[in-house]
């Protein structure tokens, strides 16, 4: 609905039809399931060095950068980058449930000609991990190099190496978590309701290009908070005054803070739906793949073969949206299931924004462990 | 505006008048100043024993219980509790700019005969206290025993502590901070946005019992969210579902902290106002009374005299809204201006929740605190 400043770069793939649907985690099915990507890089005449890149929640397929539209993840995924594109593959598809390209709430619903609005099924990450799959498939690619995400992305990365590690040699979860805390989930419930509760919400059905706007932005404000930490924050505005036209000590934009969060959430309205933001919120709420006691069965007995997913997973110091407890409870329990794990809690300062920064550190370790399942792959020939 | 449940006890004073306004902070005048409060105990012959309560951002003058009337901080304030009623004579004003009684921009102005909206002038916290300060003298007392108060209350007990050491004995400082960090201003600034976005607001000039009541209901559930700590979140609520009649794993309400976020906010609308919100608010983001580096002169000058002020200053360590580094700042400054100043941090698991909580420690110092004063006022008779 929202592909204002879309990539030159976008394909497009017609993944699921009404022949053969997406049956989701749920039970429901979808059918006409188009899925938006990007790629960089050659595959390989074995298809070896194919790396996904899974997106966070308002993230799209734009990773890496063209001229003149920077990616995403551009310190991530380039030539030269820890996702190198002139060594690798790499494949970065728009979520199912978004609003950049794949098929979401505000596309048509085939059965009534209408936008699917809330009548869009529920999504569970597991869902966004068998689109992607298919994906892969369709590209001609049996086992991955590397499935690499921050956040919500981190979250698919896990969740894959956990369903499929036959698939996935290596999975890099970035300031992930394996279920939401009640804060996490607090933070999610107002957004949703500052969406809903907008009269212009409309239960869904609003026109294209207008709906709950306001609650929208206040969500993306809201959100911005968490995304940084206290102390980035004071370093980057302290009580710094704005300036401007308007008269200053009434209810505009006073503090420099005020003004960024304005800007954010003024900015997202342009590229962002309120129904993906419902939808994918949600998913996040009820991620919780270790709840079943057998969740790891499969990639724990994966470990005692060649053709296993090897984890690792990073978190940072100053993030309080996903707390490196966060991290370590996903490696505590990966650990006891003998599933191959490496972590690395990363000092930086700028909080849950870390993941999308130079952070030399961070960045090293991702590459080095880049290196090191290319080394396994060299070696062991699991390919 | 909003007087539903106001209690029995309250009492009113036309404090400012035409002939005798208030001068605020910012050179603006309000006449025509009323200030509800409650009182407690009995005032001593000598007015020797007057303790003033400050209330925090939403509270109102109903600190202690009646039957059937639950005090918002009984567990400080009556018989044998730390601020004894039995012992002393207590008084809680509501704030000037709230919606409780006293004057605030859902007054009629009287220069129009119409509400103020949005030409109320702009406050801050030095404006709270000259009017409490006023309320002191209409009540017959020169000195207090102490001023208490938590969160935006410990600030007002601050600021008097500075501005009028000669009228203040102690000043206990719970809770607080002399200056909001960017974070504080930025939850504000989300806050203040989901009320002046909502279509309902009309520039403040909504009708009674109506106005922009899905922004505040949505500035109080992320408020809400701010006042516990992550640990006691989890522990109250953690990914529990709430039982109900809804179907599940849509967008309604399917996590009890989610329960409790919408009945927080729904259940603030029957008590306060949208306006007095965003004046609160706007005067805690200015709050900064130790930028002028004067501002400890009249208090640091009182130290070296029977009439100075004793600050006890206390934090909790699950505090994330105004952590303990917010309060140890404040210690910190008083300490070089040498005035006598006590520090507790205070182990609870609540977050900044805990000021209003039955925490043994924290009333335990409080109480001490009070006992030292009485102590020391016996002693050295400067009534």
Request: proline content about 5%; some cysteine; charged content about 25%.
């Amino acid at each position: 609905m929202v592909p204002t400043g879309a990539s030159q770069r976008v394909q497009r793939a017609r993944l699921f039809t009404a022949e053969d649907p997406l049956v989701l985690d749920g039970g429901e099915r979808l059918s006409e399931v188009e899925v938006a990507y990007e790629t960089w890089g050659e595959l390989a005449p074995d298809a070896s060095n194919a790396v996904f890149v899974c997106h966070a929640l308002t993230g799209d397929s734009h990773a890496a950068g063209d001229p003149g539209q920077p990616g995403w993840w551009d310190v991530m995924v380039g030539p030269g980058r820890p996702v190198d594109t002139d060594r690798f593959f790499v494949v970065c598809p728009n979520l199912l449930g978004g609003c950049r390209g794949t098929t979401g709430p505000t596309s048509v619903d085939p059965a009534t000609g209408t936008a699917y609005g809330l009548d869009f099924p529920l999504l569970s990450i597991r869902d966004f991990v068998t689109v992607h799959r298919r994906l892969m498939r369709h590209l001609g690619i049996r086992r991955l190099r590397a499935v690499v995400g921050g956040s919500l992305g981190g979250m698919q990365a896990l969740q894959w190496g956990l369903d499929a590690p036959e698939e996935v040699h290596g999975a890099v979860v970035v300031a992930a978590s394996s279920h939401l805390s009640a804060q996490n989930i607090a933070f999610s419930a107002v957004a949703r309701s500052a969406i809903m509760r907008d009269p212009e919400f409309a239960d869904g059905r609003y026109a294209e290009g207008g709906g709950p706007r306001t609650g929208l932005a206040i969500a993306r404000m809201m959100a911005h908070i968490t995304y940084l930490s206290e102390q980035a924050m004071a370093e980057k505005f302290g009580r710094r005054i704005q300036e401007g036209d308007e008269p200053r000590r009434r209810f505009g934009v006073d503090f420099a803070v005020e003004s960024y969060l304005e800007h954010q959430g003024q900015a997202f309205l342009d590229r962002f739906d309120p129904l993906s933001y419902l939808y994918l919120t949600r998913s996040l709420d009820y991620f919780d793949p270790f709840a079943d006691p057998g969740a790891t069965g499969r990639a724990a007995a994966a470990a005692r073969t060649g053709r296993r997913t090897e984890f690792l997973v990073v978190s940072f110091d100053s993030d309080w949206r996903f707390s490196t407890s966060h991290s370590r409870r996903i490696v505590r329990v990966l650990e006891r299931a003998r599933i191959p794990v490496s972590f690395r809690e990363i000092s930086a300062p700028h909080g849950h924004d870390s993941f999308l920064l130079d952070v030399p550190d961070y960045l090293a370790s991702v590459a080095a462990f880049l290196d090191h399942l290319a080394d396994v792959e060299g070696g062991s020939g699991a390919r």
